[in-house]
């Protein structure tokens, strides 16, 4: 089941706002003002593992057709990894982060 990532946003800066004790429009141009900032820094760090991901499986392809150094495969291939497995520890600390903001009393 595939969850929007602004929706996770959205609840934690209700939550901010909340906690500052801003509600209604005051609310709405203060999450105006900042939603560029993560989300941006998100957008630009998935777009990065995308290219890590696509190098390596270039590079793979190339060395299949025998046209790239073994080394290069070995080490565009540890870089996909490796960027896969950041992005999958981030995404379930994400999660239990927003499970755990959920289990808090109101």
Avoid at 43 to 62: F, H, M, Q, W, Y
């Amino acid at each position: 089941m595939a969850i929007n990532a602004q929706s996770y946003i959205s609840a934690s800066n209700a939550y901010v706002n909340a906690a500052k004790g801003k509600v209604g429009s005051e609310a709405a141009e203060d999450d105006k003002l900042h939603q560029g900032g993560f989300a941006d820094l998100v957008k630009g760090a998935i777009k990065e593992a995308v290219k890590i991901g696509e190098r390596g499986e270039s590079l793979s392809i190339a060395g299949i057709n025998d046209r790239a150094d073994v080394n290069q495969v070995v080490t565009a291939m540890a870089d996909a990894e490796l960027t896969l497995q950041t992005v999958m520890t981030v995404r379930d600390k994400v999660l239990e982060s927003y499970k755990e903001i959920l289990r808090m009393p109101m």
